[in-house]
C-alpha cells in the first residue's frame, strides 16, 4: 500500500553538502512518522532521525545534530535530509522509513535505500 523512495544520493567530499528526498506514494495516509536510517560497510543499521507528521520537533542521533535537517511536505507527499559538514564516517546507505503510528523505532515501510559515498 506504501512505497517509499530515495533519490539524490551521490559521491561529495568530506565537508560538502547533500540532500537526500524520500517520496511516498501508494496510500500515503497510511503514513505516521517518517525518518532515516543508515547502514555503514560493517555496521548495523542506525538511526539517524525522525520527523512527526506535523513535522514539529524532529529528532537527530547524536552525531547528526547540528549537521543535518530533516524535513517533510505532506502535501508533496515528501520527506527530506539536508546533509551538511559530510565526513567519511558518513559514508552509508540511507533509508527513508515510515511508521503507521507515531512512533519510529520499528517502521513499517522502507525504501531502497540511497548510497552517499564521502571521499576526498
Known amino acids: 500500500q506504501v512505497q517509499l523512495v530515495e533519490s539524490g544520493g551521490g559521491l561529495v567530499q568530506p565537508g560538502g553538502s547533500l540532500k537526500l528526498s524520500c517520496t511516498v506514494s501508494?496510500?500515503?495516509?497510511?503514513?505516521?512518522?517518517m525518518g532515516w536510517f543508515r547502514q555503514a560497510p560493517g555496521k548495523e543499521r542506525e538511526f539517524v532521525a525522525a520527523?512527526?507528521?506535523?513535522?514539529?520537533?524532529?529528532y537527530y542521533a547524536d552525531f547528526v545534530r547540528g549537521r543535518f535537517i530533516i524535513s517533510r511536505d505532506n502535501a508533496k507527499n515528501m520527506m527530506a535530509l539536508e546533509m551538511n559538514g559530510l565526513n567519511i564516517e558518513d559514508t552509508a546507505v540511507y533509508y527513508c522509513?515510515?511508521?503507521?503510528?507515531?512512533?519510529?523505532?520499528?517502521?513499517?515501510?522502507w525504501g531502497q535505500g540511497t548510497q552517499v559515498t564521502v571521499s576526498a
Open positions: 520527523i512527526s507528521w506535523s513535522g514539529r520537533s524532529p
Open positions: 501508494g496510500h500515503a495516509a497510511s503514513v505516521d512518522a
Open positions: 522509513a515510515a511508521s503507521r503510528g507515531p512512533a519510529y523505532m520499528n517502521p513499517d515501510y
